[in-house]
């Protein structure tokens, strides 16, 4: 028996010897296993954690990758306006804000899932998420967040918390005790489109798999239209009413701002104990009540194509992967706040806890995923709550939708020409962010205006096909506003090969 026992600890002694040079022959011997020189996109705030992600990953992969990598602070709002520049010279890996998707996807900047990796991602995060990251019937992203969605903050010291289902009764609280209701309805698609939404209205883009737009099912001018722009007036006839997202405007004398996550710390320094945080309100029409919708959004990971290389591509998505997945959204949460996209992270006790997650948790169920937008939309859409609150009976507010319809139709009737056409926009010549001046070429690349008399003070910038998809502002794409420096008439000058905008003297 003994000499039985001695042989089977030698066997084991000699089966744990092997043991760490056979995991190494593994790693050794998969396809992927080797050094990358890779770069990495990532918001400001993400960075330091990115960086040791990716060390965490480097130690724990089962392939045998190490990524030795540069990451950069470059935002999730203008990624793409830098990948599109010049794509070959773009980041390896880099993070978008669902907005930028299209264009991303149109301009070949992103390298689609394979199988097995999408199955994984649709099985593991929000469906609105994944939705936002698709086109036609391709994955062409990875989840990150699903956080950019909007609630009500309110002052709980004017607010009672009895009325803050009613839009009715928080509209009377607030005129009663001389505060603003700011809820931004009168300068944002965005927000515009919460009333439609609640009364079940649909503005769904459809894109082909190269990203272009197609078709849009788009029901505003409808039946269920008609309610949501009567509960939209009894909001924008109110005088204390006011077109606001800012956190600020409750140290300015407001008892309601609907905005986002964003705005809690702001919100929460302002109002301290008497900050209250939930979902948006119902409004009434006829007898019926209707909860107030709202968009959600994400952030996204985008992989680069590397061409002829596809090992290092395999890698890339390997890495995305595991930055895409529970642990890292959960890290993300813990150091950032970030809202994880990830279905378990969003189930864990730590992010229902979160008073402005759980409130946009709880708005969720009552909004639709920012897809894929065309660019033209937000302007046509912005203006509806304008002509609502100049309609003084039903036939108008009916007219209102019917110049929203009006305006969808014809975005689909545009020639190549019209598409491609340049022109200046802005809060210029009379106009509120809703007028095209169109810009002619005068030599190849440089586009001028016709002469426009501008006011010290006024913004604008240019864009192209009357749409945000592409523009241009005092520091190139998708930059700042232009500020006109001194009352005069002038022409706009834009050249497209530096991406600079000058006034000429007319």
């Known amino acids: 028996m003994k000499k039985v026992l001695a042989t089977l600890l030698s066997l084991l002694m000699v089966l744990t010897l092997v043991a760490v040079p056979w995991q190494a022959s593994a790693q050794a011997s998969s396809a992927l296993a080797g050094e990358y ?149 009168q300068s944002s698609a965005w927000y ?26 788009d029901t505003f001018n409808s039946p269920e239209g008609l309610i949501a722009v009567k509960g939209m007036k009894k909001l924008l006839d109110s005088p204390k009413h006011l077109s606001s997202s800012s956190a600020d405007e409750f140290a300015n004398g407001a008892a309601i701002v609907v905005t986002g996550t964003w705005s809690f710390e702001a919100v929460k320094d302002i109002l301290g104990d008497n900050m209250g945080v939930t979902d948006l309100p119902s409004f009434e029409v006829d007898g019926k009540e209707y909860h107030l919708g709202s968009f959600n959004g994400c952030k996204l990971m985008g992989v680069k194509p590397q061409g002829e290389d596809t090992v290092k591509q395999a890698a890339l998505h390997k890495l995305a992967q595991y930055l895409t997945g529970e642990q890292c959204q ?96 802005g809060a210029i010549c009379g106009t509120n962010w809703d007028t095209d001046f169109p810009m002619t070429e005068v030599e190849p690349g440089i586009f001028k205006s016709e002469p426009l008399e501008l006011n010290a003070g006024e913004e604008f910038k240019v864009r192209q096909g009357a749409s945000w998809d592409v523009n241009y502002g005092s520091d190139g794409p998708n930059g700042a506003n232009v500020v006109v420096a001194e009352t005069g008439t002038f022409v706009v000058v834009f050249d497209l090969n530096a991406g600079t905008i000058t006034l000429e003297a007319a």
Not at 42 to 69: C, H, P, R, Y
Not at 99 to 105: G, H, N, P
Not at 196 to 217: H, L, M, R, Y
Not at 385 to 397: Q, S
Request: proline share 3%; net charge negative; charged share 20%.
């Open 330 to 425: 959960m890290e993300r949460f813990e150091a950032l706040a970030w809202g994880p996209a990830n279905l378990n992270a969003q189930a864990s006790p730590a992010v229902q806890e979160n008073p402005g997650l759980a409130a946009l948790l709880l708005q969720n169920q009552y909004s639709r995923p920012q897809g894929q937008i065309h660019g033209s939309w937000w302007d046509i859409a912005k203006v509806i709550a304008d002509d609502v609150k100049a309609a003084t009976d039903e036939a108008g507010l009916q007219a209102a939708l019917d110049n929203y319809y009006n305006k969808m139709a014809s975005l689909f009737e545009m020639t190549e020409e019209e598409k491609n056409a340049w022109g200046v926009i």
């Open 192 to 217: 515009i489109a919460s009333w439609f939404f609640a009364t079940g209205c649909k503005s769904e883009w459809v894109t082909d798999d190269d990203g272009q737009f197609i078709s849009v099912n």
């Open 37 to 185: 020189d890779i770069t990495v996109w990532v918001g400001e705030s993400a960075v330091d954690l990115t960086k040791k992600q990716i060390e965490d990953f480097n130690n724990t992969n089962e392939f045998g990758i190490k990524f030795n990598a540069e990451v950069h602070p470059v935002s999730e709002a203008t990624s793409a306006d830098q990948m599109l520049v010049d794509i070959n010279a773009g980041a390896d890996l880099y993070c978008f804000a669902q907005d930028q998707f299209a264009r991303l996807v149109q301009a070949g900047a992103l390298n689609p899932l394979g199988v097995k990796a999408a199955e994984a991602v649709i099985e593991a995060n929000d469906p609105g998420v994944v939705a936002a990251a698709t086109s036609g019937e391709t994955l062409y992203a990875y989840p990150m967040t699903s956080d950019n969605g909007y609630f009500m903050y309110y002052d709980k010291s004017v607010i009672p918390e009895e009325d803050v289902d009613s839009l009715e009764k928080l509209i009377a609280d607030c005129e009663a005790a001389d505060k603003f209701f700011a809820f931004e309805a």
